[in-house]
């Protein structure tokens, strides 16, 4: 159980990091001055952290070893994470078939896209050609995030700690690709000849 609990402080303190470092953007946010992007892609990323508030909850109902409560907000992130994969869909639908341009220019972007590159590799991954299949990264690991959760079922015992690393694995890469690919996207934006 004490393992639970310091899972429970170390999800807390990734996902409070990460909503600090998103404040601007609400995970990951293809709004590269593009209004009609702009406005479905933030309430997507609201409801991707709607669900990870409430997955949260599981955390904490499960350190309480109340596994019906963590069962019914399990539930309810699962709820919001769909809503994302929808409203993000719509995202990709919208986004234009524009090349992506990968022209670092400097030591900062090329960390930015360094570091992209390397969570696409590390979910096996193709590096996106046009902003559209940027927006589908987004589907694409959403929909696997959702997956590895509807399989997992916790007890409130050890027998949940493969199940709770993965998720909370699952939920840091999903966070930080999130993140990159709005720095790519604005990158992109931003370059001669690119999608802005």
């Not at 050609?129 to 997956?147: F, S, Y």
Request: hydrophobic share 45%.
């Amino acid at each position: 159980m004490r393992l639970i609990k310091c899972l429970l402080c170390a999800g807390s303190l990734l996902v409070l990091a990460g909503l600090s470092s998103l404040q601007a953007a609400a995970g990951p946010s293809f709004d590269a001055d593009r209004k009609e992007l702009e406005k479905i892609s933030a309430s997507a990323g609201a409801e991707l952290h709607r669900g990870i508030q409430k997955f949260h909850e599981v955390l904490m109902y499960l350190a309480l070893r109340d596994t019906l409560h963590a069962t019914e907000a399990k539930a309810v992130a699962l709820e919001h994470f769909n809503e994302s994969v929808a409203l993000f869909k719509k995202v990709s639908e919208t986004a234009a078939n524009r090349k992506i341009v990968y022209q670092p220019r400097d030591d900062r972007e090329k960390e930015i896209l360094s570091s992209f590159q390397a969570r696409l590799k590390e979910l096996d991954i193709a590096v996106p050609g046009t902003e559209k299949q940027l927006a589908e990264l987004a589907v694409t690991v959403m929909t696997r995030h959702i997956h590895l959760l509807e399989r997992s079922s916790f007890k409130a015992t050890q027998a949940d700690y493969p199940s709770l690393r993965k998720a909370l694995r699952s939920q840091a890469l999903l966070l930080d690709l999130g993140i990159l690919s709005s720095m790519i996207w604005s990158l992109s934006a931003n370059q001669p000849g690119g999608s802005g």
